[in-house]
Every structure is written in C-alpha cells, then in structure tokens.
C-alpha cells in the first residue's frame, strides 16, 4: 500500500507533463487530438517521448554546468536549516535570485551575440522534456546508491523498499564536492 502512491508519482507524473506539453504545443491544446494520437500506442510515444536531440543535450549541459559553476561561486549570505535527527545542522548560501539573474543576462547576451536562438526552448521542447526526465530517473537512481553507499550525514538510511526510497530518498541532506553543493 505505501508503495502505490510513490510508484504512481514515478511513473504517472513525467506521462502526464510530457503529455500536457506534446498537446499543448503540438495539438492546439486539443484533448480530441489527443485521444486520437493515444489509440496509436506507438505513434504516441514517439510523439510524447522524442529521443533526445543534440541541440537539446548540448543546451542543457551547457546550462547544468552554468548553474553548478554559479552555486560554486556566487557569493550569498549564509543560513542553517534544521536540525536533523543526528545533530547534523546544514547550511546553505542565499545565491539564487542573483544566479537567476546571472542566467538571464547570459541567455539574454548568447541571444543577442547570435550564439543562441531565442525559440530554441519551444523548438526543442519535447526532446529537452524526453532527456529531463531521462536525467530525473538517472539521478533518483544515482542517489538511491549514493545514500546506500556513501552518505553525506548519518541521517541516512533504507525504508526496505527500493520505490519508496527512489521516491522519498535514502539521505535527509545528500550533497558533493565536500559539501558545497546540497542535492535536494
């Protein structure tokens, strides 16, 4: 029973999104179109699921690693979060609006410079949707183990269930690079 509503969450929720997204932009919101793609099974998961594109890989790798670099160095003020049940208090830098920002005015000047076309997010949409939640699984997966294995904190453990712990985690506060960069 408590690994019902976890499992559902899964695999429910990226079908959902990418659906919602592929009828949005692809069917002029049209449910009826919808519907119809659905009764081709095969059709509508290479519709819904595109692979992957280079463009769109590219894109968000260039993003991720803009984002790590800006949670790196952007200074902020520092605050505790609660106290965990081994005693561990995490600390966190108040970085984000101003690495918001940051990311704006780079996409904004990689737009302008022509290095970057400003549809490229709508035209690559269902692939970037196809390799995001590709990435959310492979990372679930790689914390799972992480937690399992090498935890950051002592507030770390297994619920006995590999789905409730792919979907509720198996660390309170997993970070890396000696804990400068918080994963949750």
């Given at each position: 029973r408590?690994?019902?509503g976890p499992?559902?969450?899964?695999?429910?929720?990226?079908?959902?999104?990418?659906?919602?997204?592929?009828t949005?932009?692809?069917l002029?919101?049209?449910?009826d179109s919808?519907?119809?793609v659905?009764?081709e099974?095969?059709?509508?998961?290479?519709l819904?699921?595109?692979a992957?594109?280079r463009r769109?890989a590219e894109?968000?790798?260039v993003?991720?690693?803009?984002?790590?670099?800006?949670?790196?160095?952007?200074?902020?003020a520092?605050f505790?979060?609660?106290?965990?049940?081994?005693?561990h208090?995490p600390?966190y830098?108040?970085n984000g609006f101003?690495?918001?920002l940051?990311?704006l005015?780079v996409i904004m000047?990689?737009?302008?410079?022509?290095?970057?076309s400003?549809?490229?997010i709508y035209?690559e949409?269902?692939?970037?949707?196809s390799?995001l939640?590709?990435?959310?699984?492979?990372a679930?997966?790689l914390?799972y183990?992480?937690g399992l294995?090498?935890?950051?904190?002592?507030?770390a453990?297994?619920?006995g269930s590999?789905l409730?712990?792919?979907y509720?985690g198996?660390?309170l506060y997993?970070?890396l690079f000696?804990?400068?960069?918080?994963?949750?």
């Amino acid at each position: 029973r408590r690994i019902v509503g976890p499992a559902l969450l899964l695999f429910v929720c990226p079908c959902a999104v990418n659906a919602i997204a592929y009828t949005v932009k692809d069917l002029d919101a049209s449910l009826d179109s919808l519907i119809k793609v659905s009764l081709e099974p095969t059709k509508y998961l290479t519709l819904v699921f595109p692979a992957p594109t280079r463009r769109a890989a590219e894109f968000l790798g260039v993003l991720l690693a803009l984002q790590l670099f800006l949670l790196l160095v952007v200074p902020g003020a520092r605050f505790n979060g609660p106290r965990a049940p081994s005693g561990h208090v995490p600390s966190y830098s108040d970085n984000g609006f101003v690495a918001f920002l940051i990311t704006l005015g780079v996409i904004m000047w990689a737009c302008a410079a022509g290095a970057l076309s400003p549809t490229l997010i709508y035209d690559e949409l269902m692939p970037m949707m196809s390799l995001l939640n590709g990435a959310a699984l492979a990372a679930s997966v790689l914390l799972y183990v992480k937690g399992l294995c090498c935890p950051s904190t002592a507030d770390a453990g297994s619920s006995g269930s590999v789905l409730m712990d792919l979907y509720w985690g198996t660390e309170l506060y997993p970070r890396l690079f000696g804990g400068r960069v918080d994963l949750k």
